[in-house]
């Protein structure tokens, strides 16, 4: 299968998963490249295949606001080595508008956690402030 019928299936299967909010989450995403595995298509060419589509479909791809956000908070930490809450809101911020309105705020929040928590990255909280303790518990609680 040419890399032609690969992107129109991809519209199928994005249309498919994403009708109701527009938005491929890790899981769509993972089903649709297994889609195109069986197709004899690679990750890479499937990935980038994937991201074409969503971005001519307007549709948001949570990978990709997930790598943004990653060099976002990389690139706070470079600093002090520590996301500050100033930080942290900032990249709550960007995530906001990467991911269109399709998130409401606490998935958004979850989402900025989710990638502090698995690249080790460190977070500055006051002696008396613990902030990010209570953003993760609201997340984990929502």
Do not use: P
Not at 25 to 39: T, V
Not at 58 to 75: M, P, Q
Not at 117 to 141: C, I, P, R, S
């Amino acid at each position: 299968m040419d890399i032609a019928e690969v992107k129109r299936r991809f519209v199928e299967e994005v249309k498919l998963r994403a009708y109701d909010d527009k938005y491929i989450d890790k899981n769509e995403e993972r089903e649709i490249l297994q889609i195109a595995i069986q197709q004899g298509v690679g990750v890479d060419s499937g990935r980038s295949a994937l991201a074409q589509v969503c971005e001519a479909q307007g549709y948001i791809l949570e990978s990709a606001v997930v790598r943004k956000l990653k060099e976002v908070l990389e690139t706070f930490a470079e600093n002090d080595g520590k996301i500050d809450q100033k930080e942290f809101n900032d990249a709550l911020s960007i995530a906001k508008k990467a991911t269109m309105g399709k998130r409401n705020d606490v998935q958004v929040k979850k989402l900025v956690v989710d990638v502090i928590e698995d690249n080790t990255l460190k977070v500055k909280q006051g002696m008396f402030n613990h902030w990010y303790d209570t953003v993760k518990k609201d997340v984990a609680n929502a």
